[in-house]
């Protein structure tokens, strides 16, 4: 007997078109924690997912791997090497020339009247003390999911590229969220395919790696993040009230670039001035992953967890990749 079309594809409990994979794998979770892990503005990258997921009636909190020198801004810790950045933080000096969280939580405060805190991690941190950190964040808040959100791609490389980007304060980040055993849902989400390409990043490398990721299940696929969206409409005004106070970031005025319909070499900041862009469409994609699959693929994951500062994580990679016969750059044959 024929079976009837509609309600096969209604009644299917797989993947659907409608809905990204991603947002299908939070759906259950009550308290999702955000958190930029390659550092600076990274954290930026995530406000579109942190905006949705409030739509949705989830309590969402914010973290990230911060570049601002933290011991000398404030005696407020949080715990070792994490700083509570909120509006009432006591700095030594007003308005510090580069402190990306800071100014975001002001932009919450004076945009929206909402009390944010983003949890920074000093940038010296290794993966010990910042899995301890993550950990202590999950107990007080009950968090049952975690998004790290990388601006750029980097993160998805295995450690055999030829160049393999800026990957230390990604791959801290990663394995330390991937140690915190007490969160099941843990999710790597990368927006700004093309950015890395100043540090070296060969995207074909990065597709290629993808597809390894899709192959044993570890692929969530992507998504574009649009300006007509209420979502992406918040993190242009956010970017745009941080920058107003420090240094403009090279990945979110080219992601904003794409987001506007901007294409090849335009250039919204001066610091790209006398470089080569390539805005384009693909920029505005958020592509995403299991946590854990991908460092199935890094080797040298496990020699990452008892690192006890950046200073060791990178040297970890630097003492893999030094052993490694490279995948050289894979130009797209396009």
Known sequence: MAKDLCKYLCDSSGWQLETPRIFK?????????????????????????????????????????????????????????????KPDLKVRKPDPSYF?????????????????????????????????AYEKIVAEH???????????????????ERQMGTPAEDHCSMAAVNGVSSVTVKVLACLGFGVDTFHGVSHGLFLENTAKLDQVGGYLGCFSSSKNTVECQLYMDAYRAVADHMQESIVCTSIISAMKGHFGDHHSTERTTGSKLFINPLMCIYWTYLLDKVMDQIPYAAKLMNTKSMY???SVIAEHHSKQKHRERLQLPM
Request: glycine share 8%; charged share 25%; proline share 3%.
């Open 312 to 314: 060791e994580v990178d």
């Open 25 to 85: 794998i939070l759906e259950s979770s009550k308290s999702v924690l955000i958190a930029g892990c390659g550092g600076g503005y990274d954290v930026l990258s995530g406000l579109p997912l942190f905006f949705n997921l409030k739509k949705r009636g989830k309590e969402v909190y914010l973290a990230n791997l911060s570049f601002t020198p933290l011991h000398q801004l404030t005696d407020s810790f949080y715990c070792t090497n994490c700083v509570e950045v």
């Open 100 to 132: 990306p969280e800071y100014y975001l939580i002001k932009w919450f405060k004076d945009r929206w009247n909402e009390e944010v805190s983003i949890y920074s991690f000093c940038r010296e941190i290794g993966v010990k003390d910042l899995t301890a």
């Open 142 to 160: 009950k968090i049952d999911a975690i998004v790290l959100v990388d601006g750029g791609t980097d993160s998805v490389t295995f450690g055999n």
